[in-house]
């Protein structure tokens, strides 16, 4: 069995909770509330991507051969380009639905999550590799099932379209699974098992991403939670 099976084995229950989730269903039916799309959204241009970027450039940094680095460092400038893009569909969506409001600051999730990207690509190369992965595949995979799922004309179509990468993306989860099967050839079992457990937290943080965003996650919410 190679890396990415065993990976994708840990993953794949997650997944499908993830695709059940009633974020990304409402999101396809357009039963979504405006606001819980809009907490997506917002938190994950104005926090997440900017420290996905951030994390996969500190790891090309450290790529232990130059076409890794290329690779990383190329997912890391693309990421930084697609901020724009998302800055013009939160003006949309704030057009749209003129009850929505920026919030306050970041939110608990997202703050840990932010986090624990930069804390893996700080770590090691296997912990960095093994950390962001998720937010690459459980993205593809994402997006298959929305643009498979998706009811025609819904009110999210249009943010679906935008949302979802083209085709190129499919050839870049497939290098960067082609670089973990090759760090895995030659790696120790200490580095495999860091990076594994990287991708399990990584994949959590995925779920948990998603089910902020349908509660509305405050830090409001959590200290009501906590004297509760």
Known sequence: MTLRQRLWARAEPLLAQVHAHPFWTGLCDGT?????????????????????????????????????????????????????????????????FDTLKPADGISPTTLAHTSFLTASSTASFAA?????LPMTWFHQQVCVELRRRLVPGTRYTDWIAQYCPGDGFDGYVEAYLA???????TAPEAELALLEDGFLHGALYELAFCEAAWRLQSWAETTSERNA
């Open 32 to 96: 979504l509330p405006p606001e819980a799309l809009w907490h997506f959204a917002e938190q994950d241009f104005r926090f997440t991507v900017p420290a996905y970027a951030r994390a996969l450039a500190r790891t090309a940094a450290v790529a232990q051969r130059p076409e890794q680095g290329a690779l990383l460092a190329g997912a890391a400038g693309a990421t930084f380009e697609s901020l724009d893009r998302m800055a013009r569909e939160l003006d949309v969506l704030a057009g749209r």
């Open 128 to 132: 960095a590799i093994g950390g962001l």
């Open 179 to 185: 670089l973990v099967d090759d760090f895995a050839a």
